[in-house]
């Protein structure tokens, strides 16, 4: 039985749990007395049973999907020899893989050999159980549920309560995930980090100024050959942000102020959505246009003046990254400056000023904190950009502030050190969470400055 | 001058006064042209960055625009058994195993019966593309009776054929320069002479997976991939974000705990979109053991990144249906929860719906958190369940994008504008459903 | 408003502004300053204001006064055409300043607006100190040569305005900061500082209490001496207490303008007299 058919009698189970419990106090609501008559509507008690029947099934149904796979490879791996037991985790978790490429189909019998074709059956076998039990558990637990509910059924029973505090549970507990994600982007981060620091010093990670993780192949060389200083992959990503931040901030805040001050209203309900569908583009497209397009044309361009560019430039990355941001930035600062009030405008206009004298000398000022907010969140967002700089950014991580060079960045080198097999508690991999950490410390950082900033802003003119 | 007191003479006045327009009057023609310049500044701010869209959507548009055909050649294909390696009534497993590259080869010769060389030959057999055995292997097993005739069959050509048919080659160049060699050209232009050449729409760009040879890779498997990867995310996403929203919106006590909820979901939208894919990696592949590379886990991930962004927009919906409503409905009778059912939730739907479809879009458009779960892989099957390995587009354009043929750089430029197309489809949607049902209450 | 009630309803704003009947009083005077002449306003396809004839003398305080929407403010905010900031409005007739016309086609609106200052309902200083709100006009114009001279100006002005004494020691804090009076005093001093010859005030008291309110009419009344000044205003006591000529708009006509001792003893209109006596408005 697949899990969406089981789904689907859970689905029925709990359909008939709605109708035996509404059904129930129908009955009752004929009663001529009114101290005899149901608390709630019917339909409550329906959806109380209904609740009842739904709810432990699911939970059991989610908590074993989320713990199957973990104790079953538990279970296969106490069953292989000792001597492939006793291989280092990275093996042992390539061998569990094939195991189960095996027994799901994805890898042919034939070319594996004898331990890991039993290993396969027994684990196939396994997974046949364990989807046996989940089923009979699940529906048991439904059933138990029902009768439970519908037991429970009596005329005093404030049913109504009773559900609106379960949907009341709900929502707070669909609004507490929220914090449930930043607890667990922290402690993901945070725990590979700091297994990560115990085999490279922090200093080290800090302060060094070479960066060629790749040296590191064997686990047992572990990070005495490999260099992590990262210092060089910082000063790329400062780098390409500030080329990217000199293009999206002056086309950006100019784009603002016309569309806001200038533009007729047709005009503006013309360019606002071409200027979204600028935003709404996939960075990964941008990301080819960079590779394909612009880098090229800055190697032409440099040829043609004399200088030499290299063909995976910071500056063609910047600038197409520069390109995106620009709709980001015109339109958090379009929304601050039309929140100017009206009245600061007419002040200056009154007293003879052009329009530009205005908006220079009055709405800008005004409007500063609310900027600069928005440009912080978009440095923020060049910080943490990726698929732009991984395919027209460079792997080596060159120490320069020369933008015709290559230079790498953080999420260039998270994605490199991630992608590709390899074992997980090598400090190769511990160091793209290291790195993870970092960028999540800062862009938290510099999105709360913002995020502060700009409510204050608001709240000035509100 | 205009520090003159207050008592000051008529005459005294007027020259003040006068003086004044005249100093105004001497400059203002410079700030007219400041103001004409500064003005100017912004349209060109607005025009270069949407040349720079246009710039975009044309390059990749004359770029992508010839993956959408293909060219075919007609080929006498004679089905002998010795050559395709059969015996007398075979059944359907050995004809999957057979011969057909041989089939085809061997006909190839036998049209151009003057190609001696080996190097020739190599050459000659690099004309018809390597999924051209798989045709064959189709049509054959759809009719084994024509083993030992021969079948005029139209056969999808090599990537270099294709590039030059379709005028990318610059024949200009020196020979030794260019892949696609002066033989080849005159063989095909031998074949387009006897009308055995012909270019067709491209199919099997939309019905097949992905592939190593330009030709006979196809996005159907991605765009499975992403299907499924978007519903597992709109399932999770939008029930939980509207629970949150209607929470956060319309029962959330002013505390501690709310804040720290909406400073939590504030800064979420604004975190990296790869910060996720760690934690996708780290705590649904490391500690969960859910597989790697599936849709499961990549709907996941988008969910946890799009939530906050459907949150925010969700709450702006509720937050613009006037209380009266709510002290109506109240004012009934109802329960809180009643009202917010019966009554708010239906007027901000159209809100909340647009700002689903925004969420959406950019979880479609998402590639970094997916390449940290292992959606990078080579994947050629087309996925059918949430746990099959899959790629997604916007992956399959990264992959793509970082392979040297020069048919996949077409093949690329045709995905993103598959890609484009449903995002501006959802845009589009989405745009509809606001201007639709914008009230002003 | 009763006119409204006694009117059929099917009625257009036009037919009513036509029984109306011609303005009632003397609309020119000897010296005038500023004039309008046929003055129509269109808000689109709207129409707000209705052939209207006005002159504002030198050195007098003309105040304009009507029930809200009447497009008193309209027409004020014609006198240095603020109005072309809003991109539907359109303004014919002819309005003069010293016998120019102000929307001809030399006439820019910029030395316009330096000759003809503006101070509005709601004091609106700049987010800047004190001391740069009021140089912020002199600055614009390059009125001043020196910085002694700039100082100089930003010192008279804000004496001129009666806030000096006030604000003289907190000159670099911000003018967002003072009270709605003292904001409203200074922005009057920042118009001051342009030495315009017309301040048009737009209801400049009806945020402030009547301390303020006080304060700035007195202020009203010195300012006269040296400037041309038109006022709207809600409150009938204010213009009788500033104002030498009083003039009455209803639905954007000028039904009667004259002296203000006469307008508010002895009004010759029948909507007036209901104005006045507080029949509607």
């Known amino acids: ?462 | 001058m205009s520090n003159s007191e207050p008592t000051g003479s008529a005459t005294e006045r007027s020259t003040a006064m006068r003086n004044t327009s005249e100093i105004v009057k001497a400059s203002v023609k410079k700030r007219y042209a400041r103001e004409t310049r500064f003005r100017l500044f912004g349209l060109i701010a607005i025009l270069a960055s949407l040349s720079f869209l246009a710039m975009l959507i044309i390059t990749i548009s004359i770029k992508g625009y010839p993956a959408f055909t293909q060219t075919f050649m007609q080929l006498e294909v004679i089905l002998d058994a010795d050559t395709l390696g059969l015996d007398e009534n075979p059944d359907v497993s050995q004809l999957l195993k057979a011969n057909y590259s041989g089939a085809i080869k061997k006909s190839l010769l036998q049209t151009f019966p003057d190609v001696k060389k080996r190097k020739d030959k190599k050459a000659l057999y690099k004309l018809i593309s390597k999924g051209g055995q798989y045709d064959l292997q189709k049509k054959v097993i759809a009719a084994p009776e024509l083993i030992g005739q021969t079948m005029t069959v139209w056969l999808p050509v090599g990537d270099d054929v294709n590039s030059y048919m379709k005028g990318i080659v610059d024949v200009n160049l020196p020979e030794k320069k260019r892949r696609f060699k002066d033989n080849q050209i005159g063989w095909i232009e031998s074949l387009k002479s006897d009308n055995r050449i012909s270019q067709r729409f491209n199919r099997t760009f939309f019905e097949r997976g992905d592939s190593r040879e330009p030709e006979m890779a196809g996005i159907k498997g991605a765009l499975f991939g992403t299907m499924l990867t978007l519903v597992v995310t709109l399932v999770l996403s939008f029930p939980i974000a509207v629970a949150a929203a209607v929470y956060l919106e319309e029962f959330a006590p002013r505390n501690r705990w709310t804040d720290l909820i909406e400073v939590n979901i504030n800064n979420l939208a604004a975190v990296p979109s790869i910060v996720f894919g760690l934690l996708g990696l780290a705590v649904f592949i490391n500690f969960f053991h859910l597989p790697r590379s599936a849709p499961l886990v990549g709907g996941l991930v988008l969910s946890l990144m799009t939530l906050p962004t459907i949150i925010i927009s969700s709450r702006a919906a509720l937050k613009s249906v006037p209380p009266s409503i709510r002290d109506a409905a109240l004012g009934l009778g109802a329960s809180k929860l009643q009202v917010v059912i019966h009554h708010v939730l239906p007027l901000a739907m159209p809100g909340i719906l647009t700002g689903t479809i925004i969420g959406m879009a950019q979880a479609l458009g998402e590639t970094a958190p997916l390449l940290m779960i292992g959606m990078v892989a080579f994947i050629v099957d087309v996925p059918t369940a949430v746990t099959d390995p899959a790629t997604v587009l916007p992956v399959q354009i990264f992959q793509w994008a970082d392979l040297p043929e020069k048919g996949f750089v077409e093949k690329t430029s045709a995905a993103i504008m598959v890609l484009l197309a449903f995002l501006i489809l959802m845009n589009a949607v989405a745009v509809y459903l606001r201007r639709k049902f914008e009230r002003k209450w | 408003m009763n006119l409204d009630q006694e009117q059929p309803q099917e009625q257009t704003i036009e037919e009513i502004v036509a029984s109306l009947g011609d303005t009632v009083g003397e609309a020119r005077v000897d010296n005038p300053k500023m004039t309008c002449t046929g003055v129509d306003v269109f808000y689109a396809d709207k129409q707000a204001i209705f052939g209207v004839d006005l002159d504002i003398g030198a050195n007098e305080v003309l105040s304009m006064i009507g029930p809200s929407g009447c497009g008193k403010s309209t027409l004020l905010r014609c006198l240095n055409r603020m109005n072309d900031t809003i991109p539907i409005c359109k303004v014919t007739g002819q309005l003069t300043l010293d016998g120019e016309d102000i929307y001809g086609k030399q006439t820019d609106p910029v030395l316009l607006r330096a000759r003809v200052g503006m101070v509005f309902q709601k004091p609106n200083p700049f987010p800047k100190s004190i001391y740069e709100n009021v140089a912020y006009g002199p600055r614009l114009h390059g009125l001043s040569r020196n910085k002694a001279d700039l100082d100089d100006i930003v010192v008279t002005s804000l004496r001129k305005a009666g806030i000096y004494n006030e604000v003289k020691d907190r000159l670099d804090q911000p003018g967002t900061g003072l009270s709605g009076g003292q904001q409203q005093r200074l922005c009057i001093a920042r118009t001051i500082a342009c030495s315009p010859e017309v301040i048009l005030m737009d209801e400049p008291c009806s945020a402030l209490d009547p301390i303020a309110t006080a304060k700035i009419e007195e202020l009203i009344d010195e300012l006269r001496e040296n400037y041309s000044i038109a006022i709207v205003t809600h409150s009938m006591q204010q213009a009788a207490r500033v104002s030498q000529r009083t003039a009455y708009f209803h639905l954007g006509k000028l039904v009667e303008v004259g002296d203000t001792d006469t307008i508010f003893t002895n009004p010759r209109h029948e909507l007036t007299e209901n104005y006045i006596t507080g029949r509607f408005g």
Not at chain 1, 62 to 67: A, G, K, S
Not at chain 1, 279 to 287: D, E, F, L, M, R
Not at chain 1, 302 to 312: F, P, R
Request: glycine residues 6%.
């Open chain 1, 1 to 462: 039985m697949t899990i969406s058919l089981l789904l689907l009698l859970i689905f029925i189970l709990t359909a008939t749990g709605y109708v035996i419990g509404r059904a129930r106090v129908a009955k009752m609501r004929n009663q001529v007395d009114r101290s005899e008559r149901p608390h709630s509507l019917p339909r409550y008690y329906g959806y109380m049973v209904a609740i009842y029947t739904a709810l432990p099934a699911l939970v059991v149904i989610i908590l074993w999907i989320f713990f199957e796979s973990t104790v079953l490879t538990g279970l296969v791996s106490k069953q292989l020899p000792a001597d492939t037991q006793a291989l280092p985790q990275g093996q042992l978790n390539l061998i569990l893989n094939d195991i189960k490429n095996i027994a799901v189909g994805n890898m042919s019998q034939s070319t594996a050999d004898p331990v890991r074709t039993a290993a396969a059956d027994h684990f196939s076998r396994l997974l046949d159980n364990s989807q046996w039990a989940r089923n009979i558990l699940a529906i048991l637990v439904a059933l138990l549920g029902m009768f439970f509910g519908y037991r429970s059924i009596h005329k005093d029973q404030r049913a109504r309560v009773f559900v609106e505090r379960a949907i009341m549970i709900f929502l707070i507990a669909c609004s507490s995930l929220a914090i449930l994600t930043t607890v667990g982007i922290v402690f993901s981060v945070l725990f590979e980090s700091l297994r990560f620091f115990d085999k490279v010093p922090f200093s080290e990670f800090a302060f060094g100024l070479h960066w060629s993780p790749q040296t590191a192949i064997r686990t047992d060389q572990v990070g005495s050959s490999g260099s992590f200083g990262a210092v060089p992959i910082f000063a790329g990503t400062l780098l390409i942000s500030a080329i990217a931040m000199l293009v999206a901030v002056p086309f950006g805040l100019m784009s603002a102020i016309y569309l806001a001050e200038y533009a007729s209203p047709t005009a503006r309900a013309w360019i606002k959505p071409l200027l979204e569908i600028l935003a709404g583009i996939p960075t990964v497209v941008y990301g080819f246009f960079a590779a394909l397009t612009m880098a090229p044309l800055m190697r032409n361009v440099g040829e043609a003046i004399g200088l030499t560019v290299a063909s995976e430039s910071a500056l063609a990355a910047g600038l197409v990254m520069g390109i995106m941001i620009i709709p980001f930035v015109s339109s958090l600062s379009d929304d601050v400056i039309t929140a100017v009030p009206q009245a600061m405008r007419d002040g200056s206009l009154g007293l003879g000023a052009t329009k530009s004298e205005t908006i220079k000398n009055v709405v800008i000022p005004a409007a500063l904190p609310g900027i600069v907010g928005g440009v912080l969140l978009a440095v923020s967002r060049a910080i943490g950009e990726t698929m732009i700089v991984v395919m027209a950014a460079g792997l080596a991580a060159n120490l320069t502030i020369n933008p015709l060079e290559a230079v790498t960045t953080v999420t260039v080198q998270i994605v490199t050190l991630l992608t590709g097999d390899q074992a997980f508690d090598s400090p190769k991999t511990l160091a793209a969470f290291a790195l993870g950490l970092l960028l999540f410390i800062t862009t938290l950082i510099l999105n709360i400055i913002a995020l502060r900033t700009v409510r204050k802003y608001r709240e000035q003119y509100e």
